[in-house]
């Protein structure tokens, strides 16, 4: 009785220091996975970061050039008031003249 309960300590023992690895080895992987996790959320809050500095830059440069269309245009518009002004005191000059 004596070896039986020897044999089954033993065979209990080692079920046990089994079920504690598996457990071991079920804790590293989740924590390997919370590690990848962690690095993908890492990865994904760059991301956004990256895509809100983007995106910011975006709206910068697209904020500049709608300003420099802006300033082209009122620009030309100055070229053409300045054109038709010139044109318009040729004419009453001629008209005077």
Do not use: D, E, Q
């Not at 300033?71 to 000059?93: C, F, P, Q």
Request: proline share 0%; with cysteine.
């Amino acid at each position: 009785m004596n070896t039986l309960t020897g044999n089954l300590l033993i065979r209990f023992g080692n079920y046990y220091y089994y079920y504690y690895f598996y457990y071991y080895y079920c804790y590293c992987y989740c924590y390997y996975y919370y590690y990848y996790y962690y690095y993908y959320y890492y990865y994904y809050y760059y991301y956004y970061y990256y895509y809100f500095y983007y995106s910011y830059y975006y709206y910068y440069y697209y904020y500049y050039y709608y300003y420099y269309y802006h300033y082209y245009y009122y620009y030309y518009h100055a070229i053409g008031l300045k054109s038709t002004g010139k044109v318009i005191i040729s004419i009453i000059v001629a008209l005077i003249g």
